[in-house]
């Protein structure tokens, strides 16, 4: 359904594209850009990206060069971060033993290492402990918690879970076992009964950085500890660690998770992609050398398209604690020997995740659920592997451009474990709490963007049609929004390297910081071949004879996709500029986003 032009006009006319969606330039105030443009010496367009993403007149230089020293937020600004910190310097000091609790996610990851590797530098050994996907599910558990004490912990540490499992820490209370929770996930009103619960989206919780990453929170954390042990004279005669060699860590929960990258994350997110460049991490080096990857300086995608489903690999269809030895290990050999794993589990989820796609779409297309009114899409199946459906969710959704859940049915317990991802303007991790709350769910949690959820297998179609009616409102603020907002018009031979790497300038790239969209008016298409994957290649011909390569992923069997192949000119095209590098060309291509043919806008 297109968006609502009421308000904004139609760039280039376009108010239905091929793929549904109404154009327009992105909103930017003229004052704003203006004072961008005197403030920083900035080009009217970059001026006036920086306006339209909301940068203040005096937030620019720090969102072009952001510091630590500037936007890293007072530890104590979070509910119970103090209490947190004297708490574990207090099970240091008397000798206990301290194990951490970790998702089995990137986020998850990236925080249990971070804590492994501050408390390595005490010269105490941290042990993780993940639980397995299948066997265990999402977040702590009662014969999890029963586990670590009987293997020796006084103290667990849970990473970005443990926020919502009431349950689970109050029978870790009444075991004798010591919790402290640190996380990010929506949670209840009542928090978990433990010595500290820190957590920026709990209510009440003053400090304003609820777009962290658990990776961020935990990344405060260790601030926290620093100042808490330095004030005891745990740094006597040792130097006290810098946590910003870490700082790598925090910049993978960032990217990987999704989170809003402004301010504070946003500063981690950029400085740990600095840290990450030199790729001292043995893990991370060894990971990218696997996936045949040239070291060099690190980007977004390296996080989130390299990196990250692989370490995610470990969780979704294998060992679940894989992608924590290898960010926590220092030794090479280690690290290479969990990559090579890492990766090649990651090739299997490939192969499980197209099978679950293609019957997905096959079912959701059987119901129209994807082109109706309904605010969000639930689709089911039997023996759907639980490890991938959120990945699926998320390929669903870009397909049809509504919320989307996933679950995959045991045929033998019927129970069913679903991940959903959203769209801009749905909460569906408030919609899920609240199914929840309703009965509707054995499990479930999540944040804006993403949710997790276990239900049996008879409460589907009621879980449906719950969050179809919980939803309706927000899916109208959501068509509202789903604009494809253009930063600036060029043409094919203005895409040069030069304009490419002073948009970059804007990076790392995510929510709230969307990557910068540029449009192409009245393109021929050339030599268009569809590849592997449903991926479309092919050249981008202006009316004066000027070339562009590009790429649309995903869309073969699209009308994008179908209008590419069938080589139609006089289309308009929206689309990021990527660098193109490939034997040492240096020059850009263009990714498509979307299209329009003008005579049917």
């Given at each position: ?501 002073a948009f970059e300038q804007l990076a790392p790239f995510g929510p709230a910081n969307p990557e910068p969209l540029f449009a192409l008016e009245g393109v021929q298409v050339r030599d268009a071949v569809a590849m592997n994957g449903g991926h479309v290649r092919c050249r981008l011909v202006a009316p004066d004879g000027a070339s562009l390569r590009a790429i649309s992923w995903r869309c073969a069997d699209l009308p994008t996709g179908k209008a590419l192949l069938a080589g139609q ?33």
């Amino acid at each position: 359904m297109p968006a609502d032009g009421a308000t904004s006009p139609a760039f280039l006319g376009i108010s239905r594209s091929l793929s549904g969606r109404g154009w327009r330039l992105r909103p930017a105030e003229p004052g704003l850009t203006r004072a961008h443009m005197q403030a920083l010496h900035l080009e009217e367009p970059m001026a006036r990206a920086l306006a339209a993403r909301g940068v203040a007149a005096d937030q620019g230089e720090n969102f072009l060069q952001p510091t630590l020293r500037a936007l890293f937020p007072d530890p104590s600004s979070f509910m119970d971060m103090d209490v947190a910190a004297a708490a574990i310097i207090d099970a240091v000091q008397a000798g206990e033993s301290i194990h951490v609790f970790a998702d089995y996610d990137v986020d998850g990851a990236s925080s249990a290492a971070l804590l492994v590797r501050w408390f390595r530098h005490l010269d105490v050994e941290l042990p993780i402990y993940v639980p397995d996907r299948l066997t265990e599910g999402y977040g702590p558990s009662s014969s999890a918690f029963d586990k670590l004490k009987a293997s020796g912990a006084d103290l667990v540490v849970t990473v970005d879970c443990g926020a919502a499992a009431n349950e689970a820490v109050a029978h870790a209370a009444a075991i004798g076992l010591k919790v402290v929770v640190i996380d990010h996930h929506m949670m209840r009103e009542e928090p978990p009964a433990c010595l500290a619960v820190v957590n920026p989206n709990r209510p009440g919780c003053g400090s304003g950085q609820g777009n962290l990453a658990a990776a961020g929170v935990v990344f405060v954390l260790l601030a926290a500890l620093n100042r808490e042990a330095r004030g005891r004279g745990l740094f006597a005669g040792r130097a006290e660690p810098d946590i910003r060699q870490w700082l790598d860590l925090a910049a993978m929960g960032a990217i990987c998770d999704v989170t809003g990258l402004t301010g504070f994350n946003r500063a981690l997110t950029s400085l740990g992609l600095k840290v990450m460049s030199s790729w001292r991490n043995p893990g991370l080096s060894a990971l990218l050398a696997v996936a045949g990857a040239e070291p060099g300086p690190a980007k977004s995608n390296h996080a989130g398209f390299i990196l990250g489903p692989r370490i995610n690999a470990g969780g979704r269809i294998g060992k679940s604690d894989l992608g924590a030895r290898l960010l926590s290990t220092d030794d090479p050999v280690e690290a290479r020997q969990l990559a090579l794993e890492l990766d090649a589990l990651n090739i299997e989820r490939r192969e499980v995740e197209t099978q679950v796609t293609e019957e997905a779409v096959r079912r959701v297309e059987a119901t129209g659920a994807h082109r109706d009114d309904s605010a969000m899409i639930v689709v089911a199946g039997e023996d759907w592997h639980p490890g991938v459906v959120g990945i699926v969710a998320g390929r669903l959704r870009e397909r049809w451009r509504k919320p989307v859940i996933v679950i995959g049915i045991d045929p033998i317990n019927r129970i069913g474990k679903g991940s959903g991802r959203s769209q801009p303007g749905i909460n569906l991790g408030r919609g899920i709490q609240a199914a929840w709350r309703d009965g509707l769910l054995l499990a479930g949690g999540g944040h804006a963007m993403a949710a997790g959820l276990t239900t049996a297998s008879d409460r589907i179609d009621d879980l449906r049609d719950y969050l179809n009616a919980k939803l309706a409102e927000e899916r109208i603020e959501a068509i509202a929004q789903d604009w494809v907002d253009v930063d600036v018009l060029i043409d094919p031979r203005a895409a040069t390297r030069d304009l490419f790497e002073a948009f970059e300038q804007l990076a790392p790239f995510g929510p709230a910081n969307p990557e910068p969209l540029f449009a192409l008016e009245g393109v021929q298409v050339r030599d268009a071949v569809a590849m592997n994957g449903g991926h479309v290649r092919c050249r981008l011909v202006a009316p004066d004879g000027a070339s562009l390569r590009a790429i649309s992923w995903r869309c073969a069997d699209l009308p994008t996709g179908k209008a590419l192949l069938a080589g139609q000119g006089g289309l308009h095209l929206v689309g990021r500029l990527k660098a193109d590098d490939w034997n040492g060309r240096r020059g850009v291509q263009f990714e498509i986003e979307d299209a329009a043919d003008p005579r049917m806008a």
